[in-house]
């Protein structure tokens, strides 16, 4: 019990000390709306706006020659260049980022918005063409530069369409430093409820630890079963299996338009099994081996991407916008089940990476470098493997 009090203090000053800390919130708010207002009247003098700390995406050339692309398009067209952090005013998502800076600038347009790590995205806000764009061409392996300007290509060649204002995206989650309550209101709160909390964790707390470890062993021997995690045996015989069956098609592939990149393939995904044992590299193997297979079952050397919540799932032919665990919301490739399937069901495929069950895009290594780029898939792995 001595040492349960002494925790509980322990917590409680550290909570007090937390809480404090956000006092400076307002001046970063002001900051935030400092920023928007900056970028907006950027935008009413040229539609290209890259802020000074990604200058790295774009360089002078580039943004002469978009900007020159966007005033022949003949539709309005805005192009931002940003960080999207989670501790600003965007939360970390581009759609909602655009929302904010669309109202903010008050004009009709498709904007685009890249963020800190070269990611794309876009809204169309009453502009008449048709929105739907493919996926490959804003998360091919090409340049920043190249995918811009494949995207206001297909804006400006788009078909007509009625102009449409996409739904209000949702405010993503507060943020701590959001809060700002008052340090007689912390005080008060604390006082009022820890006393209480003492006694009750006392008396509660021990038999909940018991059952909670209870819980854990059996979802614990439960995930031995799940479907939808891998661990490192399994995920090496699903990489072999996977690996054979490219290898069979392979072997019937006279005269398949996919033959090519089957085999690009088949030479990184044997390559990268000879070398690397990590999960995400394992799983690197069934993919690549699994987009060999859909290039000849599909007869092109341009397959489509693998469903990002779950690759087994098959190929993903359109774009959604979904919410991952650990990713923003924004456009990624779907398989046609998930975009109709219930948020708890939608739930991406799970490695055990260091003794944790983590969702497969968060492996580290190869999904850290290649960021599950789709185009040059085969390529990206070999320069992964440091293969010219």
């Given at each position: ?21 956000v006092?400076?919130?307002?001046a ?42 966007i ?37 009709p ?10 990611d ?36 400006t ?48 707390l021990?038999?909940?630890w ?7 062993v ?38 398949n ?26 799983f ?38 979904v ?5 923003p ?54 320069e ?5």
């Amino acid at each position: 019990m001595r040492a349960l009090v002494s925790r509980s203090v322990a917590a409680g000053l550290l909570a007090l000390s937390l809480l404090a800390s956000v006092a400076s919130a307002g001046a970063a708010s002001a900051a935030d709306a400092d920023r928007l207002d900056r970028i907006a009247a950027a935008l009413r003098r040229s539609p290209v706006f890259v802020d000074p700390d990604v200058s790295y995406l774009l360089d002078a050339r580039d943004r002469a020659a978009l900007g020159k692309q966007i005033g022949a398009a003949g539709i309005p067209i805005y192009l931002v260049g940003v960080p999207l952090l989670r501790e600003d005013e965007s939360g970390g998502e581009a759609d909602y980022f655009t929302y904010l800076l669309q109202r903010r600038l008050g004009r009709p347009g498709v904007y685009l918005v890249a963020d800190q790590n070269g990611d794309l995205d876009w809204t169309s806000y009453q502009v008449p063409r048709k929105t739907s764009l493919d996926f490959g061409i804003a998360s091919g392996g090409t340049s920043l530069p190249g995918r811009l300007h494949n995207v206001i290509d297909a804006f400006t060649r788009a078909p007509s369409a009625a102009p449409s204002t996409p739904p209000t995206p949702r405010t993503p989650e507060p943020n701590s430093r959001d809060q700002k309550p008052s340090a007689a209101k912390l005080a008060g709160e604390f006082a009022k409820v820890f006393f209480p909390v003492l006694i009750v964790s006392a008396v509660v707390l021990w038999p909940l630890w018991l059952i909670s470890r209870l819980v854990f062993v059996g979802v614990r021997r439960g995930v031995r079963g799940d479907s939808r995690t891998f661990k490192q045996r399994r995920l090496r015989r699903k990489a072999a299996a996977e690996l054979t069956r490219l290898a069979e098609a392979l072997g019937h592939a006279d005269g398949n338009h996919g033959r090519g990149r089957a085999t690009a393939d088949y030479d990184a995904a044997r390559l990268l099994y000879d070398e690397r044992s990590d999960p995400g590299s394992l799983f690197g193997v069934v993919v690549l081996a699994l987009d060999g297979q859909d290039a000849l079952r599909a007869d092109t050397a341009t397959p489509d991407p693998r469903c990002m919540v779950d690759p087994l799932h098959g190929p993903a032919p359109e774009t959604a916008r979904v919410r991952l665990p650990g990713l923003p919301e924004r456009r990624r490739p779907l398989c046609a089940a998930c975009p109709q399937a219930a948020k708890e069901e939608r739930q991406p495929l799970m490695l055990i990476i260091d003794g944790e069950k983590r969702p497969y895009y968060q492996a580290p290594g190869l999904w850290e470098k290649i960021r599950g780029r789709h185009a040059n898939l085969p390529e990206d792995v070999l320069e992964y493997l440091g293969v010219e």
